[in-house]
């Protein structure tokens, strides 16, 4: 069984380009959530999609976009980035909008140059 | 608001019990987890309880909750070198909706 899987690994991007990220939910799960890990910070959640669609979001700016697939996989996408976006970008999956059991993905490093 | 606190930084000896120690805010959270983070990798689930619960042992694992304190413990019994990781608690979000609220992390060191 297929844990979250995300790409890519990583990514190096410059500031004010757009950058998007893919997760892939563990089977049997149907809600993702993406959180931001800064470098020795905890992670910080961004959003979560339930269904197709965005169901809590977190303190970040509208630039912090995403998409869930009938198929249950997601994407995180990041307009205008700055250089305060680089971080590790993690992908959680749970078996219903309660998630009371979060496995997570490795992350995508983003690096903003 | 929500938050959740940690110390920063344990050292141990391989074989000794570690101990760590978390408080959260929000009286509300009905799941608490603990996470394992190793150096460049995602986080793994270790265990979690649920807010009616005040004790759950899995394995080297023992959770205890306070929930009057807001206070929950990590125990790792007979720690070995392979634990040295960052390890994270988290809290369940006002309404259960899955939102995780997680501290800083606690650096566990295990010296052989």
């Known amino acids: 069984d297929a844990g979250v899987t995300q790409s890519p690994t990583h990514l190096i991007k410059t500031r004010g380009q757009q950058v998007t990220l893919r997760c892939s939910p563990k089977?049997?799960?149907?809600?993702v959530s993406w959180y931001q890990q800064a470098l020795g910070q905890g992670p910080q959640f961004i959003f979560q999609?339930?269904?197709?669609?965005?169901?809590q979001r977190g303190n970040f700016p509208d630039r912090f976009s995403g998409h869930q697939f009938p198929n249950y996989s997601s994407e995180l996408n990041v307009n205008a980035l700055l250089l305060g976006d680089s971080a590790l970008y993690l992908c959680a999956s749970s078996p219903d909008r309660g998630g009371y059991e979060q496995y997570f993905g490795p992350g995508t490093r983003l690096t903003v140059t | 608001g929500e938050d959740v606190e940690q110390s920063l930084f344990l050292s141990v000896r391989e074989g000794d019990s570690s101990v760590i120690n978390c408080t959260y805010t929000d009286s509300s959270s009905t799941y608490l987890y603990w996470y394992k983070q190793e150096p460049g990798a995602g986080l793994q689930l270790l265990t979690y309880?649920?807010?009616?619960?005040d004790m759950k042992q899995d394995q080297r694992l023992t959770v205890l909750l306070n929930k009057k304190d807001k206070h929950l413990s990590l125990r790792i019994a007979d720690t070995q070198t392979g634990d040295s990781a960052i390890y994270f608690c988290a809290a369940s979000g006002s309404g259960n909706t899955g939102k995780l609220i997680f501290g800083q992390g606690t650096t566990l060191q295990v010296k052989p």
């Open positions: 089977s049997g799960h149907d809600t």
């Open positions: 999609y339930y269904e197709e669609e965005e169901r």
């Open positions: 309880i649920f807010s009616n619960m």
